[in-house]
């Protein structure tokens, strides 16, 4: 959401009075007369215009001296879309902050990481989202915490801790400005607890705005999912992850119930990783997109209509770790999903690190970048020429010379991609795609797009192209679409395909 649409009242105040859900997450409404803010679907009376603020984000009506409403609870929203997809530096700074990069680094981690003095982000990111960085990594803090309080059991001790907390006082500050209650009334007022189900594991849910095609989505990950590092399993989609401060196995499955969400497992190795690996989990089932956004872009082309109408709430899968998806596309560069899911699995097998208590299928972590560039050629399996690409690729990203992570900027990402041996436009595009999460990305040269719509012969990549110009800056979800309507072709009936 850009600057105008908040600085317009009667507009968002339209939203609020229609209580419409597709602004939620969006803007945030305040109220002047009771010092609360809410998400603009709140069935809370709708408060008099005069009386009314919105704010871009939750941090900055908290900066304003607002409280969270106990209600409507709109730290529960999915984040913005407008800085999930946003190519700016306030949305590469967002996705970074959401990863948990000041917690562990502070505001000089990201300035430097985004290249700024602390000054100049600061007050970009005032400007542009109403709260500088502190601010926006404790409601972070909070949210991550509110989060925990209402759907899992934890002590409240290891709540704080889990959402990045210094200490439990602090938490508790927090939570006493942010919701007007403490931790422990938080946790009283909360009607059910899901418990942690097994030992060791954290249960959660995360919302996203409807339409959610999650089979769509499992099934995708099905077809990819590389023996070592991913299974799926009675329709859950389990992986291993390596974040900041250790390994961590996570399970993704779609709610049951009519409300859009994904239910989420976890089993870290240090609950200091809790944020971060949840963050990862939303970017993986793209859980900040809008929905309505897509379908009213994609809509102006006819020939997807039938498409929208099969998959609403079709997402694009991304990926937790961008240089695993990197080389996993290289490795899978034109050959067939079985033949590159082969591939895959031998190179975690030589290289990866195995994981301690191994949970069934899942027994290692992906390599490294320095793991494969240590290795060098002659430890990779198939031809020289992908060998030394991918050796080239994990010397780049061990480097720093490559960044690939969502706070990229992803036209220089994709330069750089593109200007090593062995990397071409569509591989690039593929990684800008799932691993930057960029929502415009369109893989002309792809053979499957191609055969979607009926393009044959070397005109086909210029068709594309002037239909993608009806797509933006959607393309990367009309190419899901497709690839879908591929699939749908192949398997009518989607349930218990084998991957």
């Given amino acids: 959401m850009d600057q105008t649409s908040v600085a317009d009242p009667q507009r968002c105040y339209r939203a609020v009075s229609s209580r419409d859900r597709r602004f939620d997450g969006v803007f945030y409404v305040a109220v002047t007369s009771t010092g609360i803010y809410c998400r603009p679907s709140c069935p809370a009376r709708t408060p008099l215009l005069e009386n009314t603020r919105f704010y871009v984000t939750a941090a900055a009506a908290q900066d304003a001296g607002f ?97 990045g907390f210094r200490s439990v006082r602090q938490f508790n500050a927090t939570m006493q400005e942010v919701y007007g209650l403490p931790a422990g009334a938080l946790r009283r007022r909360t009607a059910k607890l899901s418990g942690d189900g097994q030992a060791g594991w954290i249960e959660l849910r995360l919302a996203c705005r409807g339409p959610f095609d999650g089979r769509a989505l499992m099934h995708f990950l099905r077809l990819h999912a590389a023996d070592g590092v991913e299974d799926v399993v009675d329709g859950a989609y389990r992986r291993t992850l390596r974040l900041p401060h250790g390994p961590a196995v996570v399970q993704l499955e779609p709610a049951t119930d009519d409300v859009p969400a994904i239910r989420v497992r976890l089993r870290l190795g240090d609950l200091r990783d809790l944020p971060t690996a949840v963050e990862r989990c939303r970017r993986l089932a793209d859980l900040d997109a809008d929905p309505a956004a897509v379908h009213e872009g994609l809509g102006r082309d006819a020939d997807l209509a039938g498409d929208l109408h099969r998959h609403p709430g079709l997402r ?183 991957a």
């Fill in 67 to 163: 409280r969270a409403c106990r209600r409507c609870r709109p730290e529960a929203v999915p984040g913005s879309p407008a800085w999930d997809v946003s190519a700016d530096v306030s949305g590469r700074a967002m996705r970074l902050i959401s990863d948990g990069l000041v917690d562990r680094e502070g505001v000089p981690g990201l300035a430097s990481r985004l290249g700024y003095s602390q000054r100049q982000l600061h007050r970009l990111l005032v400007a542009r989202l109403g709260a500088g960085p502190l601010a926006l990594a404790r409601a972070r803090r909070a949210q991550t915490a509110r989060t925990l309080i209402a759907s899992s059991s934890m002590r409240l001790s290891d709540v704080a801790f889990a959402a």
């Fill in 316 to 498: 694009v899968p991304g990926h937790p770790d961008g240089f695993e998806l990197a080389v996993r596309t290289v490795l899978g560069q034109q050959v067939s999903l079985a033949s590159a899911r082969a591939a895959t699995t031998r190179l975690v097998r030589e290289l990866g690190e195995p994981l301690l208590g191994a949970d069934g299928g899942l027994t290692h972590l992906f390599p490294t970048a320095e793991q494969i560039a240590g290795g060098g050629p002659d430890r990779l399996a198939g031809p020289r020429s992908r060998a030394r690409t991918l050796v080239a690729l994990a010397e780049a990203v061990a480097g720093g010379t490559v960044v690939l992570d969502r706070g990229a900027d992803r036209a220089e990402v994709v330069d750089a991609l593109t200007a090593m041996p062995g990397i071409g436009p569509w591989t690039a595009g593929y990684i800008a795609m799932r691993g930057l999460g960029d929502p415009d990305v369109v893989l002309d040269g792809d053979v499957g797009l191609h055969a979607a719509l009926g393009l044959r012969g070397g005109a086909g990549r210029e068709a594309l192209r002037q239909r993608a110009a009806d797509w933006r800056p959607w393309g990367s979800y009309a190419c899901l679409h497709l690839w879908h309507r591929v699939l749908d072709e192949r398997w009518p009936d989607r349930t218990g395909v084998a």
